[in-house]
Each structure stands twice: as structure tokens, then as C-alpha cells.
């Protein structure tokens, strides 16, 4: 018991569901559960672009102070139009990259000809596979972190 709140589960793995969860107690005596998705591939909304590979989220991001911070300048700098790099062929068993916008602005044009914009405040999840155009019309920063399929952060071997 912590803090007062009967615990009546310890925090278990559902393999079916791929959650890790528990179930607790609150003062009125109702169940409740609280649940953490291990699928990186969730939530994942029938209106997401390149076809679940990109999500972009308004809001903020927490537990990504210590990941790198990428730059890139904006058009009409030849640097601001690019292909986005194949990143998860250099780096063995990584899913996917979560970025935060920092600041800036970018269009990213998918092969279907779909566009996504993304900007300062944007919480964007990059799946393995996912390509895509970039055209950045306002210098951009993002920090960046790489994770497995498990949600667990990816480093490099021998890190």
C-alpha cells in the first residue's frame, strides 16, 4: 500500500495485450486500472497519415530533455528540401523516432502526394519505413530519440 491506496494487483505484463498494468483502490472503494501501452504501433487512428507510419500530435513532450537536438535551416537554403533518410537501416532494432518540434515549420510531402505539416509544439512519431519529402519554411529544430518495438529507448550496442 502506497501512499494510502490499496494496491490489489502488482503491476503484471498482459502478454495478450501487450499492456503492463495494475489494479488499485480509490477512497471510495471503486477498481480502477491503470494501464501502459507497449505497442509502439498504438494509438494508431484510421485518419493518421502514411498509413500509420507518421503521427503528429499537438502538445508537449516530457522525458526527452537529454535526446539530441537536430537543426535545419529553411528555404530558399538548398538544405531545406530533402528525402528523408532511411534512419532505421543504420540502427538494428529500432522502430521508430519521436521527435519534438521545438521551433520552425516544415511540410512534409508523403509518396501519395498526401501533405502534413509540422511545427514548433508537435509531438511526431517517424515509423520504420516511413518516407517522405521535406520542405521546411521556417528553420527547424526538433529533439530526437530512437526506440525499439518494445517502447523501450534504443541505443546504440557497446552505449
Not at 527547424?140 to 518495438?149: H, L
Amino acid at each position: 500500500m502506497e501512499a494510502g491506496v490499496p494496491l490489489e494487483k502488482e503491476p503484471t505484463l498482459n502478454p495478450r495485450y501487450n499492456i503492463y498494468h495494475l489494479f488499485i483502490r480509490d477512497p471510495d472503494g471503486h477498481l480502477v486500472e491503470i494501464q501502459q501501452f507497449r505497442d509502439p504501433m498504438w494509438p494508431r487512428l484510421a485518419s493518421e497519415p502514411g498509413n500509420g507510419l507518421l503521427s503528429v500530435v499537438k502538445g508537449r513532450a516530457v522525458g526527452c530533455e537529454h535526446w539530441p537536438i537536430w537543426n535545419c535551416p529553411a528555404l530558399p537554403d538548398p538544405a531545406g528540401r530533402f528525402e528523408e533518410s532511411r534512419w532505421w537501416e543504420s540502427r538494428p532494432g529500432v522502430a521508430e523516432e519521436r521527435c519534438l518540434v521545438l521551433q520552425g515549420r516544415a511540410t512534409l510531402t508523403l509518396p501519395g502526394g498526401e501533405k502534413v505539416v509540422i511545427e514548433a509544439g508537435d509531438w511526431v512519431v517517424f515509423r520504420k519505413g516511413f518516407t517522405c519529402l521535406w520542405e521546411v519554411q521556417e528553420a527547424i529544430s526538433k529533439r530526437y530519440g530512437y526506440f525499439a518495438a518494445d517502447g523501450s529507448e534504443w541505443r546504440p550496442a557497446g552505449a
